[in-house]
Every structure is written in C-alpha cells, then in structure tokens.
C-alpha cells in the first residue's frame, strides 16, 4: 500500500492506486460468503525506487492498521517478518535477526488494538463510506481511488453529514442491541503528516463512546462518555490516526 511513483521527475512517496479497491473487493466477498476477513501489513520496502517504499514511522504502521480495520478486518498478517536478502528492510535484520524500528512500531501499535479490542469485536461489519476531502496535495488520492469501487455505502442513516479536509474511510458497524459504531480513519499518506480536522453531524444522537488509538477519549463529568453538542462531534486526526 506504501510505494513511491515517479511524480513529476522525481520519486515521492504515494497509497498505491488500487488499495481501495482490493479493500473494497475483498471485504465485501467476505461479507457476502460470511467469511473472516484478515489483512496484510506491509512490513518491508524494496531497495529498487518506484516500489515498495520505507516506513518511516509509527504512523506508517498504525495507518495500515486504520484503513483496514474501517473495512471489517478480523485480524492482521504481517508481511514480511525475516528480512530476505532482496529487501532492504524488514521487522528483523537479515545477518543477525536483531529486531529494527518496524518491529517496535508494530508492539505498539497492536498494543493499541488490544487495549479496545473488545469493543471493535462486539460489533459486525456492514459497510463502508468513502469521503474525498476539501484540501489537495501530495498524499491525497481519493479520486483516483473510487474509481471501479462496488460496495462502498452511499449514505448511512445515523449520520447527516460528515465535513472532512483530507480523504476519509469510515467504517459502519452493529452490535446486537442494534447500537451503531462508526470507525473513521483519514486516508492519506502518512509521510506528509496531515492532520485531519472533521466534524460529523449524527442523527438523533447526544453522547458518544469515542477510542482514539486504542484509548477512551471524554469530555463529561464522570469521565465515562464523549458528549455531543447538538448532535456534532468535532475532531482532530493526525496522520495515521483512527477513533
């Protein structure tokens, strides 16, 4: 999903042009044969340019983690471990095994999904909506992206509307009170840092339990719940981020 392209003369980094739609296929074959979907991180990077780029940093990982999890994902496999001789990088040393920056980004990260985990898994999958935000620039590829996407949701009914800067992925989810849960992920590449600033107007809502990378966020009394006003969550997302 993280490569580079050569722009305009020159290499820069860039979300590989089918992403969304192998999310998109995928999961929803998942859904319809009743399936368990389980997904692939990238954990490497390839020494030729115009390829598999670099992680450079946490938000690489967590990123990866997002987008997936906003489209139903069970599970994660790391792809790849053992650095190989034809990579330049991996979660281990090719001589010594010794264990690089990809590894530790990866604790981290999966410590985050643990400590919310039982949130995530009480509820189903049903769909996902895809958003193009109001800024360009690098990193931003969601036109391109939509094209050829089949079972992306076109509206949901517990949310008016949602304003985004950057491109957006938001996962719907169900529970079996018939509760609703929305995962929001931007979708932009995270080695330009944008931060994301949404607000989301919900139908018939006034409170929220709001994890943002795996911790609770609130703002009441009790510390117990997030608190809407009038219905509308407003929000900061910095690259890579996901609630």
């Given at each position: 999903?993280?490569?580079?392209?050569?722009?305009?003369?020159?290499?820069?980094?860039?979300?590989?042009?089918?992403?969304?739609?192998?999310?998109?296929?995928?999961?929803?074959?998942?859904?319809?044969?009743?399936?368990?979907?389980?997904?692939f991180i990238q954990t490497w990077s390839a020494p030729q340019r115009g390829t598999c780029r670099e992680l450079v940093s946490v938000n690489d990982f967590r990123f990866q983690c997002a987008y997936n999890l906003a489209y139903g994902s069970q599970g994660f496999i790391c792809f790849t471990?053992?650095?190989?001789?034809?990579?330049?990088?991996?979660?281990?040393?090719?001589?010594?095994?010794?264990?690089?920056?990809?590894?530790?980004?990866?604790?981290?990260?999966?410590?985050?999904?643990?400590?919310?985990?039982?949130?995530?898994?009480?509820?189903?999958?049903?769909?996902?909506l895809v958003l193009e935000g109001t800024r360009e620039g690098y990193g931003v590829q969601t036109d391109k992206q939509m094209e050829g996407l089949k079972n992306t949701l076109k509206e949901h009914e517990r949310i008016e509307k949602i304003d985004t800067e950057y491109d957006l992925v938001v996962g719907t989810f169900k529970d079996k009170d018939k509760n609703d849960g929305f995962l929001f992920a931007s979708f932009t590449d995270p080695y330009y840092m944008k931060n994301n600033e949404i607000s989301v107007t919900?139908?018939?809502?006034?409170?929220?339990?709001?994890?943002?990378?795996?911790?609770?966020?609130?703002?009441?009394?009790?510390?117990?719940?997030?608190?809407?006003?009038?219905?509308?969550?407003?929000y900061t997302l910095e690259a890579g981020d996901y609630m």
């Open positions: 999903p993280l490569v580079e392209k050569n722009l305009e003369g020159k290499f820069l980094p860039r979300l590989a042009d089918n992403l969304l739609k192998y999310c998109d296929g995928f999961s929803g074959l998942a859904k319809e044969e009743d399936a368990t979907f389980i997904t471990y053992y650095q190989f001789p034809q990579f330049s990088s991996a979660m281990t040393g090719f001589d010594g095994g010794e264990l690089t920056d990809y590894w530790y980004w990866g604790q981290e990260v999966f410590q985050e999904l643990k400590e919310w985990e039982h949130v995530y898994f009480a509820f189903d999958y049903e769909g996902t919900f139908e018939d809502a006034t409170r929220a339990l709001i994890y943002h990378n795996g911790k609770l966020v609130t703002n009441d009394d009790a510390h117990s719940c997030y608190i809407l006003n009038d219905g509308v969550l407003k």
